[in-house]
Nanobody, 117 residues
Framework: QVQLVESGGGLVQAGGSLRLSCAAS????????IGWDRQAPGKQRELVAQ???????NYADSVKGRFTISTDKAKNTVYLQMNSLKPEDTGVYYC???????????WGQGLQVTVSS
């Protein structure tokens, strides 16, 4: 089992920045990839950013150049630095880890991010 505890988020004006944090615990060695998904009101959950245990990153086209995912392995924490935020970035952001070898999905509790225009 992997437990994910998120922090950060909140309300910010368009053009502002926020940083989300996700601390992982439990069977961390099983994590193949970890990142952030979001769900906007009335829309399906989508991948925002992901980093593999090999260090490869993947971003949604809508956030490329604005968001940066990083990890602090000493703290077992993954961060999402969000800059130049737009109202369409509003949603609930979920920390998401993929555990191997069975490819099990683990989720955090979700954080509300609201970007006002």
């Amino acid at each position: 089992q992997v437990q994910l505890v998120e922090s950060g988020g909140g309300l910010v004006q368009a053009g502002g920045s926020l940083r989300l944090s996700c601390a992982a615990s439990g069977s961390i060695s099983r994590i193949i990839a970890i990142g952030w998904d979001r769900q906007a009101p009335g829309k399906q959950r989508e991948l925002v950013a992901q980093i593999t245990n090999g260090g490869s990153t993947n971003y949604a086209d809508s956030v490329k150049g604005r968001f940066t995912i990083s990890t602090d392995k000493a703290k077992n924490t993954v961060y999402l630095q969000m800059n130049s935020l737009k109202p369409e970035d509003t949603g609930v952001y979920y920390c998401h880890a993929l555990g191997g070898p069975q490819l099990i999905d683990y989720w955090g509790q979700g954080l509300q991010v609201t970007v006002s225009s």
